[in-house]
């Protein structure tokens, strides 16, 4: 499986958005150098709350890009970076990997620990968008679209245009739950 990174974002503030930049570079461990939600425990503000020492599962936020069209037939304007995440990748289906795979990009390698899980806030960026991005398949379960997050195992820059290269991992694969 692969794809292509088309943009990628970092804010050292806290907020929902994230400008787009012409590179950012992943630490090992870390995250996005810059960003706010950098570090080895927990940055997001509700994480921190619950427990400020739990590690940080949520350093690399991704989303693909194909999410944006979806919810733009429905009436949504959302760019990259819109939803607060780091890189924007197309051509890669994030949400149907299992949990543990590493994704080559760039000089990177970034291993997905999960989905994430929307919050309100999208309805503060749009109302109405929350529902385009969770939802329930026909079963009943939850359905999260608001892209995958990971942690860095290997730093190193990333660009838009750089490629994605997925390697799932040995043995039985887990499916990814909201992290």
Known sequence: ???????????????????????????????????VHAGVTV??????AQDPTQPNLRQVHLVQEELFAEVGAEGFTVAP???????TTRGIDLLGLPAGTLLRI?????????????????????QGLLKQVVGRDEAGNIVRK??????????G?????????AELPSGPHRPLERV
């Open 1 to 35: 499986m692969s794809g292509t990174v088309t943009a990628v974002s970092s804010n050292g503030e806290y907020s929902f958005t994230k400008p787009n930049r012409d590179s950012i570079t992943l630490l090992a461990g870390l995250g996005v150098e810059g960003d």
């Open 43 to 48: 940055k997001h503000r509700s994480r921190v």
């Open 81 to 87: 970076g819109d939803l607060g995440e780091n890189i």
């Open 106 to 126: 760039g000089a990177a390698v970034l291993e997905v620990t999960g989905l994430r899980n929307p919050c309100l806030q999208i309805d503060n960026f749009q």
């Open 146 to 155: 608001a892209g995958v997050m990971s942690i860095v195992r290997e730093g």
């Open 157 to 165: 820059v990333v660009r838009p245009g750089d490629a994605v290269e």
